[in-house]
């Protein structure tokens, strides 16, 4: 750009130099310098509405100031949601610091999704599923060992045999087929490993009697019925053929009673498929919960952002606005599928039994998922999902995916080398902790659409938890951005005003040894009334703000 020169030929001022100036040579140079700054403004315009769409779908501007109101006089509600993470592969917590994380997490819930994969080298470790690879070849210590450390930190478990042992299928096509399209011999099967840990004792097919060593004190409460069916499963080594809804129902109605007519106080979950709605006509949530034979206790399926390193952070938030994909894109098609599985249910308990940002099997190679971006994302999954179930009164569980994966970073809460704890461990840490099921739910609002807000009022507790989730895009298609800092203010109604408020920040500059150091911010009143009071929340980009209003007593 030029800029006109505004200064008269001579050096030396009108006034200086003896010449008068007049009011025509006065009014040109004012009318230059008019000109000058409507260019100037009609630049800065241009360059502010060049920034648009950086607010997940709100039109910015160059204001980054929020502000959200909690009304915590106001319940809307109770908060049912339960967070867990969970085990797949033998040797979760060898790494040296994974025991002791693992300890700080105790997470309430553990999903053991047990394979046949990560396992059998020469010297390594038996496969999870017990007599996974052939026939009367049982082995139960790596399952075993995966419960123990479930349930050494207080968990329930949610026991998934992820497809039928390998001896179980015809590997000579390609998929594989089930040998067997009546499911007996794994109902049988499935019903075997029930009474090994539900009644402490099994008898295998060539009369071996195996006795638990625990009793039943590894009793499994959650079984969840085969894994994601409408997916190429892992029973041959060139893959084995997913089950339709019709075949899944038939797996269903011939496993369940085999089950339950050894512990009739289990709890079954299915289908877990991959999204919610899978496109299958009837679906598989639909097929399952309908007819005269024994419904699931819990519905499951699984939610992921995206399944490409590729796709842009907008794309995992909000999927493609542009097409009609129904519930596989992003954290707005997960709720959309969360959304109608409880219009199929009517409500039934759900849970989404994997979640995480992106389902690649290599690691991004801009670390969305274990950085501050991952943070934002799963912390706005919990709070979307979380309000979705409260809204409908269903329970609701989310199953991180999961503690510690051979891939590292893409799915982990902790190194898989070393066990150093993630920016995500400190995520489901901070939400397990200060946002229980069980909660009231109170009003809240943003006044932002890319700054989230969630407030509780933890069991038995006058304090007032809030959460606070910068999840503004840099541009719509912006890969593996810094997200847009915000000032936020959390203005708190009908609270007393002569509490103390404690913060707690998750973003890039988290110490990921130590976790974030509580701050103190200042609480002051932000209106007329003793009770409106104001706290003051910076955030750097993409990350998550927990807040703590605790009155004095």
């Not at 011939?254 to 079954?268: H, L």
Request: glycine letters at 10%; aromatic letters at 10%.
């Amino acid at each position: 750009m030029v800029i006109p020169n505004l200064e008269p030929h001579n050096s030396e001022s009108d006034e200086e130099s003896g010449h008068a100036v007049n009011g025509p040579l006065r009014r040109h140079h004012f009318g230059m310098l008019a000109a000058f700054l409507v260019v100037l403004l009609v630049l800065a315009t241009i360059w502010l509405l060049a920034q648009g769409g950086r607010g997940s779908g709100e039109e910015r501007s160059g204001d980054l100031r929020a502000s959200v109101d909690i009304d915590a006089a106001v319940p809307i509600g109770s908060w049912q949601t339960r967070l867990g993470t969970q085990f797949v592969y033998p040797g979760n917590l060898a790494a040296p610091g994974a025991r002791s994380a693992w300890r700080l997490l105790a997470p309430s819930l553990v999903r053991i999704n047990a394979t046949t994969d990560g396992c059998c080298w020469a010297g390594g470790p038996p496969p999870a599923i017990p007599e996974g690879l052939q026939r009367n070849s049982w082995d139960f210590s790596s399952l075993d060992d995966m419960i123990h450390d479930a349930k050494g930190v207080g968990a329930q478990v949610d026991l998934d045999i992820a497809y039928a042992p390998d001896w179980m299928w015809d590997c000579s096509r390609r998929p594989g087929s089930i040998r067997d399209p009546s499911f007996q011999v794994y109902a049988h099967y499935m019903a075997q490993l029930v009474s090994y840990y539900n009644r402490g004792i099994m008898t295998a097919d060539d009369g071996h009697v195996y006795v638990n060593p625990e009793g039943t004190r590894d009793r499994i409460a959650y079984w969840e019925i085969w894994n994601e069916p409408d997916a190429v499963g892992l029973g041959c080594p060139q893959g084995s053929a997913p089950l339709s809804p019709k075949q899944y129902r038939t797996m269903w109605d011939a496993v369940v009673p085999a089950m339950i007519a050894v512990d009739p106080s289990i709890e079954v979950l299915g289908p877990a498929t991959s999204n919610a709605i899978t496109g299958a006509s009837p679906d598989y949530v639909p097929a399952l919960v309908t007819g005269e034979t024994r419904p699931p206790d819990i519905v499951s399926f699984h939610g992921y952002g995206g399944w490409d390193n590729a796709q842009s952070d907008a794309f995992l938030f909000e999927g493609d606005p542009s097409r009609s994909y129904g519930s596989c894109c992003g954290l707005r098609g997960i709720d959309a599928g969360l959304k109608q599985v409880i219009g199929w249910t009517r409500g039934m308990p759900t849970w989404i039994t994997e979640i995480n940002v992106n389902a690649a099997h290599s690691n991004d190679p801009a670390r969305r998922p274990w950085t501050a971006f991952g943070a934002a994302w799963f912390s706005a999954a919990f709070l979307t999902l979380g309000s979705t179930a409260a809204s409908t009164h269903t329970p609701l569980g989310l199953f991180q995916y999961q503690f510690d994966h051979p891939d590292d970073g893409q799915f982990n809460l902790v190194d898989r080398n070393s066990g150093a704890k993630l920016l995500p461990f400190w995520t489901q840490y901070y939400l397990d902790h200060y946002f229980p099921p069980g909660s009231a739910l109170v009003s809240s609002h943003s006044s932002r659409a890319g700054i989230a807000v969630l407030a509780l009022r933890p069991p038995g507790s006058s304090d007032v938890d809030v959460l606070v989730v910068d999840r503004q895009v840099d541009r719509v298609g912006t890969v593996g951005g810094d997200g847009v800092p915000a000032d936020v203010t959390v203005r708190l109604h009908g609270v007393p005003g002569d509490g103390t408020a404690s913060l707690w920040e998750l973003d890039r500059n988290t110490p990921l040894a130590r976790g974030p150091a509580a701050t103190k911010p200042p609480v002051v009143r932000s209106g007329q009334a003793a009770d409106d009071l104001a706290v003051h929340v910076r955030l750097p980009g993409y990350g998550v703000a927990v807040l703590r209003y605790a009155p004095s007593t």
